[in-house]
């Protein structure tokens, strides 16, 4: 994982400090990618192969508040972990997998919550998994964002 010393380790801090402000340049987003993915692999590396290869986006544990807007009957929650990719959280039903949900995630520094499309991938009791599906990649690039400084200690 980047460490303090490492050069990676304040440049992925400084641009994930921009995309959490939605103000990073499209000059930029190519050296966001890069060390987005290079911050992944190591964190397999660090896991001992607990993580799988498959994994293409970050996770990290992030407590953020997320309102279920759709289907109706499901409660408002905290995740415990999110990342570009998706998010998971404790919940007490077990939602089919394959259930569209909208999701309304609020974001410290943002006036209005992101609005988002997300399929339950896995469920069971006490847990959820779901993939967002189109997300804009300014909203992606914030959740990274939050990811990478969760993961990394940033401010």
Not at 26 to 53: F, H, K, N, Y
Not at 105 to 120: C, E, N
Request: proline share 6%.
């Amino acid at each position: 994982m980047f460490a303090p010393g490492d050069p990676r380790y304040e440049e992925i801090l400084d641009l994930a400090n921009l995309a959490t402000l939605n103000l990073l340049l499209d000059s930029q987003r190519p050296r966001w990618r890069e060390l987005v993915t290079q911050l992944l692999g190591s964190v397999r590396e660090a896991s001992g192969g607990a993580i799988p290869e498959r994994r293409q986006h970050l996770r990290a544990p992030v407590e953020l508040e997320v309102d279920i807007l759709a289907p109706e009957e499901m409660a408002s929650l905290a995740t415990s972990t999110i990342g570009s990719g998706g998010l998971s959280f404790r919940i007490a039903e077990e939602i089919p997998v394959g259930t569209v949900m909208d999701l309304s995630i609020k974001v410290a520094g943002r006036k209005v919550p992101l609005l988002v499309k997300a399929q339950v991938v896995r469920s069971k009791p006490g847990e959820l998994a779901a993939a967002f599906i189109d997300l804009f990649q300014n909203d992606r690039e914030l959740l990274e964002g939050i990811a990478v400084k969760a993961l990394l200690g940033g401010p």
